[in-house]
């Protein structure tokens, strides 16, 4: 067997690995970068309007042979660890013919992606595969494992051909609602593993400032109850994890909980893989109609959503109204001022910031300080902590650790035994 990691052994992001027998090809994951060569935050809007040799030429797509649109097809299936843009955005421009292995979860992101984003993925030849339950491609045996993460029903995979069997690792953590999927993994880990591809998102970091998620679900809480004033929640619609301590903390609390068209679409469509996800209807639950989310989903075919979701609308002069008793999500930054400007006496509100600090802008903290809206971040890592990523990887015992995902893949030699740290397109055999 062969490896070739296309992109992956030293950044975040894009990341696309290739496993080959003498017969078969597949990919993992296909996604889009999250930093340019510089390490600057990759705007995915380049991408538009080029064609695939453009961003063959720029590097933005991997030179990777049978893959694209445009030629015959020579990969075998593309397998889809979880749903965010740096490990499936690229899906695009792949051939429509090669099946993608994914979970539930993963296919109705992607359906919802293909509505609200401008790289829209098209139409996907998805198969959907059960946690734990192995399938075959070619020469491959493949069997996907549940992993805690913050994007929904998010997997890892064991591959086996040629008498070898690889882990990767996908995105994962030990501290979300689905810990208990961590915790088994150490008790009955796969055994026999040759390499493991293990994730390292939090090399480099600094020690999380909330441990876990109940512990954010508790901090929220605590802001809603102190806060004398509207409160405002900046985070993912996709991490369901974070959507629902928010919605726990506002039954608590007897808050409103304030959520767009777009994410009132997610809930709706993760409702196939938990009946225990909120829905748009759940008690303290409302929806604020934005034009473009309302025109995305009337252009997508789906017009009678928009009257279904009708009964739960709550518009900004009722927020304004009720501030005291609202939790209103912002998800998008460039929708803020227009929320500010038509709600009075907003100083002493609270938004609680609950995502990777780093994005929080200065221009953005700026406009809250001059509102007089006081930010406190308030959040838990998607992905494992050093400490677990070592628990995690002594469990499965691999010969050897190769790095993915990470910024600091030279740390894994002092982390991890036997580990070999590749470079991005190098042929390495298994």
Known sequence: MKLIIHRGTHEIGGSCVELQTAKTRIL?????????????????????????????????????????RDEPQGIEAILISHSHQDHYGLLGY???????????????????????????????????????????????TITPYLVDHSGPDALAFLIEAEGKRVFYSGDFRAHGRKSILFKNMLKKPPKGIDYLLLEGSMLGREGQLHKDENDVERRIEEILRETKNIVFLSCSSQNIDRIVSAYRACLQTGRTFVIDLYTAFILANLRKVSKAIPQYNSDNMRIKFWKSHADSLSKAGHRNLLYVYNKRKIELHEINENKEKMLMLIRDNSIF???????????????????????????????????GIEIEHVHTSGHATVGDLQAFAAALNPRVTIPIHTFFADEYKELFKNAEVLKDGQVFNI
């Open 28 to 68: 993992i994951d296909f996604g889009m970068p999250l930093v340019d060569e510089k390490r600057e935050p990759f705007d995915s809007k380049v991408v538009l309007g080029k064609s695939i040799a453009q961003l063959k030429e720029t590097k933005i797509l991997p030179n990777i042979k049978g893959l694209y």
């Open 94 to 140: 792949a051939n429509s013919n090669i099946p993608l292995y994914m979970s539930q979860g993963v296919k109705a992101m992607i359906e919802v992606s293909n509505i609200f984003i401008h790289n829209k993925p098209g139409m996907i030849n998805a198969k959907v595969v059960k946690p734990w339950k192995s399938f075959k491609i070619g020469d491959f």
């Open 337 to 371: 001022p227009l929320i500010l400007k038509e709600l009075s006496d907003i100083k002493g509100a609270k938004l609680i910031y609950s995502m990777y600090e780093k994005y929080l802008t200065e221009e953005f903290k700026a406009k809250c300080d001059r509102k």
